[in-house]
């Protein structure tokens, strides 16, 4: 199973196995991993460069929690994940890894769908009342001039609501996003 996810993944461990399972983590989820012994190896990365996730072995943890609160801090918005590298397979790191993308990349399309369906109900409002103005200016007396101006107006916020309606339509979003 493929993740797709843009960035790279630090794996956090001094197992031996630290590079069997940085590669293994790359196949299965199609994102470059790098391998760091250290934490303190990890924050080095961390500032010169930006991960997806950050897989952090339990141990390390445990025994370094000064540097554990450092790590946390430069993460930026990379995900952290802590397994238990004593005790977990290297498929099971993976497959926390592939859970925890998931659930992130759940988590971006459902802020994206409430961001759209604000930004469309701002937007259709605004369109409203741009609508409603300029119909009550219409039929207000004045010179012919003014009414036409006021008319190429009106049909452009009737295009503008119908292109929203289109592309920012939270139904319309919904049903792309559940495959309708």
């Not at 470059?32 to 012994?37: F, G, I, L, M, R």
């Not at 990890?42 to 991960?51: F, M, N, T, V």
């Not at 409002?125 to 039929?139: F, G, P």
């Not at 009414?147 to 609501?161: C, G, N, S, T, Y």
Request: net charge negative; hydrophobic share 40%; with cysteine.
């Amino acid at each position: 199973m493929t993740c797709n996810v843009v960035g790279m993944i630090l794996l956090v461990t001094p197992s031996g196995r630290a590079q069997e399972c940085a590669q293994a983590l790359s196949i299965a989820t199609g994102v470059p991993a790098s391998v760091a012994t250290t934490l303190e190896a990890a924050i080095s990365q961390l500032r010169s460069q930006g991960y997806t996730a950050v897989v952090v072995d339990q141990f390390l943890t445990e025994s370094e929690p000064d540097q554990t609160s450092q790590l946390l801090e430069h993460l930026g918005g990379a995900i952290p994940i802590c397994v238990n590298c004593a005790i977990s397979g290297v498929e099971r790191v993976v497959r926390e890894v592939q859970s925890s993308l998931g659930r992130r990349k759940r988590e971006v399309e459902a802020a994206k769908w409430t961001a759209e369906k604000a930004m469309w109900s701002e937007l259709s409002e605004t369109v409203t009342a741009l609508l409603l103005a300029s119909d009550l200016a219409i039929a207000t007396p004045g010179t012919s001039e003014a009414i036409e101006k006021i008319r190429v107006v009106h049909q452009l916020a009737h295009q503008l609501r119908s292109q929203l309606e289109h592309t920012l339509s939270p139904d319309a979003g919904l049903s792309a996003r559940n495959g309708s």
